[in-house]
């Protein structure tokens, strides 16, 4: 029997809006990516790029996510490993092993190991790492462009002075995530 495993890494637990975002990812036997390593520690412009080449040395990977409100209801831990989950469930074929960036494992039929810094430390988790990362960041993009003047496309909707002092000046969004502090902070004041 072949082992499939899959490297597993969610971005997203610390900006006040925007969703939670996750990816799986299963290479190829005997993949080799040059670079590859926490998403946080690469440039834009690096992450892009190896966003098509892990694409291209993958068998299977895949992108799960929670909404801002799905957070706002079950907390941002749970909503993390959900978005895990689903990025999980949607890999084509099914892996036998699941290793996953930190120090839980979501609820998952299959064997998983947690791996605290993994992202650093196994590619395929990296792999995993800069995927979703390139996906949450063009997702704060489009909202940049939808809702302009809070800055979403540098800060990624973490809370930057910029974005507080944009959230306070303008006010909050369906995309700000209500049990965050200090969109709940400015939602009681109102």
């Keep these: 029997m072949t082992i499939t495993i899959a490297g597993v890494d969610e971005v ?7 969703s939670v975002v996750a990816a799986a990812v299963i ?25 098509d080449i892990i694409i291209e040395h ?7 996510e929670c909404s801002v409100a799905e957070i706002d209801e079950i907390n941002i831990l749970q909503a993390s490993l959900l978005a895990m989950k689903r990025a999980i ?27 605290v810094k993994g992202d650093l430390t196994v590619p395929v988790i990296s792999a995993a790492s800069i995927l979703a990362k390139v996906t949450r960041d ?11 003047g809070y800055g979403f496309a540098s800060h990624k909707g973490y809370p930057t002075k910029k974005h507080i002092e944009a ?7 369906p995309i700000h995530r209500r049990t965050f502090s200090p969109v709940s902070k400015l939602l009681t004041h109102i």
């Design 89 to 115: 469930e949607k890999l084509s074929p099914i892996p036998n092993k699941v290793l996953v960036d930190g120090n839980r494992c979501p609820n998952i039929s299959m064997s998983c190991d947690a791996i």
């Design 12 to 18: 997203g637990r610390g900006p006040i809006a925007g």
């Design 58 to 64: 993958s068998i299977s990977w895949a992108i799960g």
């Design 138 to 148: 063009r997702q704060m993009l489009e909202i940049e462009e939808k809702y302009p």
């Design 27 to 51: 290479f190829k036997a005997g993949t080799e990516i040059p670079g590859l390593t926490d998403s946080k520690k690469l440039s834009a412009k690096k992450r892009e790029y190896l966003f």
């Design 167 to 173: 959230l306070n000046q303008l006010g909050v969004l």
